[in-house]
């Protein structure tokens, strides 16, 4: 990790992409451990493989569960709005604190449809008993963070598009709570969280959005497909229209 000082040298000179920053620390050979031009290929490699499906799928969630509680979509649209005051979010980030309820909105649709259904495998590092089963050591593990986040053991109608659960609850991305895995847990877990979840919150912002003509929520296929990221089946297809801010007298 680049240091403080690396950070502020960074907006000294101006430096706005990592790329422009990962040269430089290599020229500098400022962190601890050396780093070369494989190493930069490796992180610009793994930031376009494992960020960009992923936003782009839970994207397309968020805006079919919202698109089907058009309630729910006017409710988030409003937080949002209210929460910048009308001005451009990227300007104004330190309003992402009020996003109560939008960030309920999306923990549910990360809940019902996690783009990454199946977390990266793991090796078992000692026996252990899971479930009364013996999971010996060296045992390659695969956890299905998809069905413990649709299991009625942990969740009250699971099957239900409902954000109001997250309410009162402690349940948050971090990896923390086991039944609720979006992200992954551990050392392995997702480094781009807080950049997925801050993009996510954006999108509502700039349009009102609707379905094509002559189609109603229920009509929306929510089949997801198989593959490396539980995408959906059928693709999204909406009509957005710019959402005028209104002019202050
Ligand atoms: C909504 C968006 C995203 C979701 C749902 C998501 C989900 C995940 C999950 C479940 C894992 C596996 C974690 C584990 O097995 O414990 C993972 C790993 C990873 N994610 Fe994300 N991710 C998202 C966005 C991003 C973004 C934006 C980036 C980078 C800019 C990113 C970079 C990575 C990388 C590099 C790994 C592999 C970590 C490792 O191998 O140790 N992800 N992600």
Known sequence: MA?????????????SDLLSIMLRIRDEGELDFPINTTNIKAVIVDLFTAGTETISTAAEWVMSELIRNPEIMAKVQAEIRQAFNNKDPHEHEAQMDNLRYTRMVIKET????????????????????IG????????????????MSRSTKYWEDPEEFSPERFVNSVIDYRGAHFEYLPFGSGRRMCPGSGFGVATLESI???????????MRPEDLDMRTAIGASARRKIQ???????YEVPVKI
């Open 3 to 15: 240091n403080a000082s690396s950070e502020e040298q960074a907006r000294q000179q101006g430096e």
């Open 110 to 129: 990360l809940r019902l449809h996690p783009p990454v259904q199946i977390l990266l495998p793991r090796l078992c590092r000692a026996t252990c008993d």
């Open 132 to 147: 009364g089963f013996e999971i010996v050591k060296g045992t390659r593990v695969i956890v299905n963070s998809w069905a």
């Open 204 to 214: 509502v912002y700039y349009f009102d959005w609707s379905l094509p003509s002559g």
């Open 236 to 242: 999204l297809q909406l009509v957005a229209s710019p």
